[in-house]
């Protein structure tokens, strides 16, 4: 099982930022979509955004205008720009493919935002 690796989750305050970085395994990474998921404790994971092999973002509603998705093709890594972050986005977020491979899935980095 190859695993994806996350980092850059943290303890901030509500409004403040924090920038989540993944790096894939080339496999994953060449498969073309990757995407970000969050789980919330008692609540299912759930996708926060993907970005396509061109670069094409797709947001869910709650994070629009305050979530960006990118991607390093030279680097092969995926980014997650949070800014305005909410109490509710407190999660433990997990890059993966697009849609999500059961190979793929890491140990996630959490986010935890005090209000």
């Known amino acids: 099982q190859v695993q994806l690796v996350e980092s850059g989750g943290g303890l901030v305050q509500a409004g403040g930022s924090l920038r989540l970085s993944c790096a894939p395994s080339t496999r994953a990474y060449a498969s073309g979509s990757m995407g970000w998921f969050r789980q919330a404790p008692g609540k299912e994971r759930d996708v926060v955004a993907s970005?396509?092999?061109?670069?094409?973002?797709d947001y869910v509603d709650s994070v629009k205008g305050r979530f960006t998705i990118s991607r390093d093709n030279a680097k092969k890594t995926v980014y997650l720009q949070m800014n305005s972050l909410r109490p509710e986005d407190a999660a433990v977020y997990c890059c993966?493919?697009?849609?999500?491979?059961?190979?793929?899935w890491g140990q996630g980095t959490q986010v935890t935002v005090s209000s």
């Open positions: 993966n493919t697009s849609p999500p491979s059961d190979q793929y």
């Open positions: 970005i396509n092999w061109n670069g094409r973002t």
